[in-house]
């Protein structure tokens, strides 16, 4: 059995998206997934990409994936990392692929001196939660995230 993680190709576009929509459903919003094949080609490999993805291979079948952006800590000064999506096909899971892609991000956080290395899980998510928990991450209960999208978006910045 051989697990690798490398850098996402334009190639596997319709594997990330396969991978989206496997984790919409898990997050029990099997029709919230919006994005296309071509989106993806273009807001991850196109030239002006601001986000990354990472493909986790088990005997070179790809069984999930990751997406990932850099944000900034005017604390601390620094460059963080922030994962957007984490997803193992279920059949899948056990075999190591989440706790290796986290190790992988993990990595590159401290290859590219960033501070942190966030991201979000539902509170429902008692699964990934434990495992959050048993590398070592702490939950940061002080904050409430607010969203702005849709038409309240739009409302909002064309609000004079």
């Known amino acids: ?10 190639a596997d576009a319709a594997t990330i ?9 898990y997050e029990k919003e099997p029709d919230a997934v ?4 071509e989106e993806i080609e273009q807001k991850l490999f196109g030239k002006e990409a601001r986000a990354h993805s990472v493909i986790c291979e ?3 079948e790809a069984i999930g ?3 990932y952006f850099f944000n900034y800590s005017t ?3 620094k460059h963080g990392l922030y994962l957007e999506d984490l997803y193992v096909s279920q059949d899948k899971r056990g075999v190591g692929a989440g706790k290796g892609i986290m190790k992988y991000l993990a990595r590159l956080a401290l290859q590219k001196d960033c501070g942190r290395f966030e991201w979000v899980v539902l509170d429902w998510n008692k699964p990934s939660i434990d495992f ?7 939950a940061q209960n002080e904050w409430t995230i607010y969203r702005l999208t849709g ?4 409302d909002f910045a064309e609000q004079v």
């Open 1 to 10: 059995m051989s697990l690798s993680i490398r850098p996402a190709e334009v």
């Open 17 to 25: 998206l396969h991978f989206i929509n496997e984790l919409a459903i």
């Open 34 to 37: 919006l994005n296309t094949v």
């Open 58 to 60: 088990l005997d070179g």
């Open 65 to 67: 994936f990751a997406v």
């Open 75 to 77: 604390w601390l000064g």
């Open 132 to 138: 959050y928990e048993s590398i070592g991450a702490k």
């Open 151 to 154: 038409q309240e978006l739009i």
